[in-house]
């Protein structure tokens, strides 16, 4: 059933009457991460009392505005809506203590601006998970591009700007010169830029030219560049340069998680599952993702700077919701849209343990840190965590997210045996970049003369954060049904 609920409206514009208020108080600090705690709070609350009416089946609706017949400002609560919306929620509470133990710790200028671009950051990913069509998700997209531009480019240094104009030129561009012309055929053809009901059916007549389906297909597959899939991957690593935060925030909350929700969405709910296996799209998309699954890892391997190889693992983890989502069966499905979830609380673990560790001793490559674990306990044993979910090794999240992809690849009629191989392959290229992380940090020796007696943990509203990720990275491990119940409930 449809139910029209002005919860939606409230959700999205919490975030920004945060940054609003943040911007109004900015000479007064407690205050201001005051109201970014409170909108974060009221905006997870907001979103946790729509989960019983979807549980029940129904979905929420609210229009705001119609521009042309098919064409209109909507928003929409479904399963698939929550995934996203419950993890940018409940991280951004959080990110809010992370951010101010980080940028207090060292000091950091602009902070004002840093919280108000994180909450408008917050405003246009909630906007995207609820959005009701390509139109409306459109829109909040690119407001997530224009307001992290400033969180990539804070240090407002030579580095600091390269990095902030590759993103955006890299993100703006791809979807102003391929996802747009793509919107705008899309609706010439079909009357409408309205989701699906259900991943089925998809939007598109039966009689539709198909070679200008699949055209139109690997424009929105490479145009949502957020999504980090090779060759339009290379503005994530640029953006490094940002603060931890920052990175946290690019990583598991909003900047690629948007990415990969807005290009699943548009495969599950305008292409559809018939289609896409119609015209073998969902094969030939499971090997293209497969690529940078693979080849990201490797490069992982190469980099001896901590952000940089998470930048790289990021790459390749996003690939795996695409390929779940490729595979075009029930429990590769499931596999990819949980790792939406499983994904966002381990990563940002492991940046958020980066960030305390440059905090705590100014480090920021992996072969300085022989020893440190030993000074730095919680911070390495959340690292621990949060490797193994993103390694797949039980109990932890990334397990469920590993069997559903491999019972999933099982079930496809064809190549099952190569995307079996990919899976194997790409975990044991996880163990080879993240355990020697934790290795040297407790079984390394420190260089000669190097002495670790004056340096300690980071400040607890960095640690405490930290620990209650990596515990939640367990907890769904060991009880995922919360989340499966939304994730199932899209594959019906």
């Known amino acids: 059933m449809e139910i029209e609920s002005a919860k939606l409206l409230t959700a999205v514009l919490t975030p920004l009457v945060g940054s609003i ?3 109004n108080t ?4 407690n205050l201001r991460e005051t109201w970014s705690f409170l909108a974060a709070l009221f905006l997870f609350g907001t979103v946790l009392s729509m989960a019983p009416a979807i549980w029940r089946g129904d979905r929420l609706i609210f229009h705001i505005f119609k521009i042309l017949p098919g064409i209109s400002v909507t928003l929409r609560a479904d399963a698939f809506s929550m995934v996203f919306a419950m993890v940018a929620s409940s991280l951004w509470c959080v990110a809010v203590f992370y951010s101010m133990g980080y940028m207090r710790g060292l000091e950091e200028h602009a902070q004002t601006r840093f919280n108000a671009c994180f909450a408008l950051a917050i405003f246009g990913a909630v906007g995207v998970a609820f959005s009701d069509n390509l139109f409306t998700m459109y829109l909040f997209y690119e407001i997530v591009s224009v307001c992290t531009y400033p969180l990539v480019a804070h240090h407002q240094d030579e580095e600091g700007y390269f990095g902030a104009r590759k993103y955006i030129v890299y993100l703006t561009g791809t979807a102003k010169g391929l996802v747009l012309p793509a919107m705008i055929l899309i609706y010439v053809l079909t009357g409408t830029l309205d989701f699906a009901d259900n991943i089925r059916t998809g939007i598109f007549p039966a009689d539709v030219n198909s070679t200008m389906v699949v055209i139109l297909y690997v424009l929105c597959l490479l145009g949502f560049a957020k999504n980090g899939v090779m060759p339009v991957h290379n503005w994530l690593p640029s953006a490094m340069v940002a603060p931890t935060p920052v990175s946290a925030l690019l990583h598991a909350v909003a900047v690629v998680k948007v990415g990969v929700f807005s290009t699943t969405r548009v495969m599950l709910y305008v292409f559809g599952v018939d289609t ?11 090997f293209f993702v497969s690529f940078t699954i693979i080849v990201a890892s490797v490069i992982a391997l190469s980099k001896d700077n901590l952000k940089a190889r998470l930048a790289y693992s990021t790459v390749s983890q996003l690939s795996y919701i695409i390929l779940g989502v490729a595979l075009l069966t029930p429990d590769g499905i499931q596999g990819g849209l949980i790792h939406i979830v499983n994904h966002a609380f381990s990563k940002i673990t492991l940046f958020f343990c980066a960030g305390a560790i440059y905090v705590a001793c ?15 306990p919680f911070t390495f044993a959340a690292f621990a965590i949060a490797s193994l979910s993103m390694i797949g090794a039980p109990p932890v999240a990334g397990f469920v997210t590993k069997w559903k992809l491999l019972v999933g690849a099982m079930e496809m009629n064809s190549h099952t045996l190569a995307i079996i191989c990919v899976l194997l392959a790409s975990t044991l290229l996880n163990v080879a970049y993240f355990a020697p992380v934790t290795f040297k940090a407790f079984f390394g020796k420190p260089p000669e003369g190097v002495k670790y007696d004056s340096i300690q943990e980071a400040p ?11 515990v939640i990275s ?15 409930a899209v594959t019906g």
């Open 26 to 29: 900015g000479r007064k600090p």
């Open 276 to 286: 896409m296996s119609a015209l073998n799209l969902g094969t030939a998309t499971a």
């Open 460 to 470: 607890l509203s960095m640690v405490v954060p930290l620990m209650i990720t990596a």
């Open 362 to 376: 100014h480090k920021k490559d992996i072969s300085e840190m022989c020893g440190l674990g030993r000074a730095m």
């Open 474 to 488: 367990v907890i769904i491990g060991i009880y995922p049904d919360f989340m499966m119940t939304f994730v199932k």
């Open 21 to 23: 208020l943040v911007m």
